[in-house]
């Protein structure tokens, strides 16, 4: 009864406040503004022991899609939180919330993970932890890029709901944008970098391209192009957010969704 509480409490503190900004939108007061930030605060808190418990330290590292996606969503979480003191960016909060609320769910629902190898590895712990803070930067800039689109739209349609209402200007928010896909691709590059050269000492076998590798490069080299046609060429726009997107499914196939089809659909946790 207790796991089932602890994934419970965050998920519903989630939602609360999804359903509350929704309300109040740009009619929020500074101090909801500021309670809302504390609840955030709490539920990231409650998140990462749901995922301490789920990870099962003690024992191994136990691993697979669900708990990659609660980590993923939960570090997004926690950098949007730190986001939130210097650009007021609530209208995500309406959009992220809930996909942060069913990723801490995930793990009741698919409980089987395989037990991750060589945890012991301080090289493996280091590239481990860049891996899942590259995910959760590009996770984030995903959701904003969703939340730009549809920003995009209602402003076209002159139809702009209450929790899109309240944001930046475009132009502020595309250079936001710019700043977590290139964030999240240095970390993606010394992600795949030791993955190629270190994947001996890493994974304890050679390295081979698997649909895994091929789709993390393929990640990386959307995010690269995107990154350098906004330097050479001035990039933005529709062709910024849907290089985002493009590059995320990619980097969503490479290790959740192959976890998800041998898991779930296979029925293989090793």
């Known amino acids: 009864m207790l796991p089932i509480?602890?994934?419970?409490?965050?998920?519903?503190?989630?939602?609360?406040l999804a359903a509350a900004w929704?309300?109040?939108?740009?009619e929020a007061h500074p101090m909801q503004r500021n309670l809302a930030r504390a609840g955030l605060l709490l539920a990231v808190v409650l998140?990462?022991?749901?995922?301490?418990?789920?990870?099962?330290?003690?024992?191994?590292?136990h691993f697979g899609f669900s708990i990659a996606l609660s980590m993923t969503l939960w570090l997004a979480m926690a950098f949007y939180w730190l986001e939130s003191f210097f650009?007021?960016?609530q209208g995500l909060q309406a959009l992220a919330m809930p996909v942060a609320a069913i990723s801490?769910?995930?793990p009741l629902l698919f409980?089987?993970?395989?037990?991750?190898?060589?945890?012991?590895?301080?090289?493996f712990r280091i590239h481990f932890i860049v891996a899942m803070l590259a995910y959760s930067l590009l996770t984030l800039a995903a959701l904003h890029a969703v939340m730009m689109v549809a920003a995009e739209r209602q402003l076209h349609s002159a139809r702009l709901t209450r929790a899109l209402a309240a944001l930046p200007p475009l132009l502020v928010l595309e250079n936001l944008l710019f700043r977590l896909v290139g964030g999240g691709f240095v970390l993606l590059t010394l992600t795949v970098g030791?993955?190629?050269?270190?994947?001996?000492?890493?994974?304890?076998?050679?390295?081979?391209?698997?649909?895994k590798t091929i789709f993390a490069l393929a990640a990386w080299a959307v995010f690269g192009t995107l990154l350098f046609g906004r330097m050479v060429w001035g990039w933005r726009g529709k062709r910024a957010l849907h290089l985002t997107l493009a590059g995320f499914i990619f980097l969503l196939l490479a290790y959740i969704g192959t976890r998800f089809v041998l898991e779930v659909i296979l029925g293989k946790p090793g």
């Open 47 to 61: 998140h990462g022991f749901t995922l301490a418990g789920d990870l099962d330290g003690s024992r191994g590292l």
């Open 104 to 106: 801490t769910l995930l």
């Open 87 to 89: 650009t007021p960016i």
């Open 194 to 211: 030791s993955g190629i050269l270190f994947s001996e000492a890493l994974f304890g076998k050679p390295l081979s391209f698997s649909h």
């Open 22 to 26: 929704r309300l109040a939108g740009d």
């Open 5 to 16: 509480l602890l994934h419970l409490l965050p998920a519903s503190i989630y939602l609360g």
């Open 111 to 123: 409980p089987e993970q395989h037990e991750l190898p060589d945890t012991g590895s301080a090289v």
